[in-house]
Structure formats: C-alpha cells, structure tokens
C-alpha cells in the first residue's frame, strides 16, 4: 500500500533554492559570491586546523584562487540545479559555510553540508540556519526528504540532527577518505511529513 495517497500528489516544478534566506535578524543565509572569496578564505585559514579534523577538502583550498574555482563551481552547479552554497553571516559578517550538496528534483530529496568558525559553535548557529533551509526546501521548493550526514564521532552535528527531529538511517562504513584515513558515516533524514517545527 502506498505510503502516499494519489490523490494527494501535485505536480511538481523543480525551482532554483533562493539565494537570500533569513534566519533571524542578523543571521541570514546568502549565496557564496565571488565578492565573499576574500572574507571566505581568511575565515579558512583562521579555523584550517580545526576544519582539518572533520572536512576532506582544505588541501584543495590553498590559495585565494583555489577558493575563487571553488565559488565559481558552487555557482555553476547552482545554474544546473544541483545544489547551493550560502555563506552564514552574523551582522554581515561570514562565520561560516552552509548549502545544499546536492538536490535530487526526480525524487525530491536534497543532502545540507555545512561549517562554522570554532569560535561560533555551540551556539545553535548551525541547528537554525538548518531549520530555515528545511522549512525552505519542504514549503518553498516542494521537496519531501532532507538527508545529513555525519562521521560517526562527530557528536556536535549528531546532536544537530536529534534537535532538528531527524531520523538515524544507517550508517556507511568507510565512507570517506580523510586524509589518511577513512571515516565511517551516519544518514540521518527527515520528511515533510515528519516536520514538527
């Protein structure tokens, strides 16, 4: 039995994500630009060692041009409907990186990737920014699930995904090479019809 009444299904038309979202006053999602690519790398260089234990790509952002492609890529990839790339900012200020990794349109499905300058964690900065781009992606795009996924030890966006609602999945075994090692991954997701905030 379906899980979905046919009745209740509408044609979908896949739509671009929004480039501006607020999330509070002060705190806004904005498209990455190459106008932040200055900002962007300082605030990379300044927290390269602590991104270091989680993110595998800092070797390939060595430079002001390795970030300039990386915007460039992030800005075509959005014109072809595959994802987006937002800088957070507080009070116009970048402190961190939050975006869609990739969109599935046929299914309706999307994956969130995000960091955040270590001297602005633990302030729910992240667990917000998440919130706004779920209820945009589930009221505004008309998308149905929402994916995170996290190394099994990194318990800082574990408990992003407990206080968003999500659902554990499973986990992936040696999901990524990290350097010089692989980590294993933990899926979490949630629904439309799941959402409670």
Not at 110 to 135: D, P, Q
Request: include cysteine.
């Amino acid at each position: 039995m379906p899980r979905v009444s046919e009745k209740s299904v509408k044609s979908f038309k896949s739509e671009l994500p929004y480039p501006f979202l607020m999330v509070e006053e002060g705190l806004e999602l904005i498209q990455l630009n190459l106008d932040d690519n200055d900002e962007l790398f300082a605030l990379i260089e300044l927290n390269r060692t602590y991104l270091r234990e989680r993110l595998p790509w800092l070797d390939d952002i060595k430079t002001i041009l390795d970030q300039q492609k990386f915007i460039i890529t992030a800005l075509d990839e959005y014109r072809q409907g595959k994802g987006i790339s937002y800088s957070i900012k507080l009070n116009n200020k970048i402190i961190g990186n939050i975006g869609l990794n990739w969109i599935d349109y046929n299914n309706r499905s999307c994956g969130v990737g995000y960091w955040i300058s270590e001297n602005y964690m633990g302030n729910g900065i992240i667990t917000k920014s998440c919130k706004r781009i779920i209820n945009h992606c589930f009221i505004d795009l008309e998308l149905h699930r929402f994916v995170l996924e996290a190394a099994v030890d990194n318990f800082s966006s574990i408990s992003v995904a407990n206080r968003l609602g999500m659902r554990l999945e499973g986990s992936n075994i040696d999901r990524e090479w990290l350097y010089d090692h692989f980590v294993d991954s933990n899926i979490y997701a949630i629904t439309s019809n799941e959402l409670s905030f």
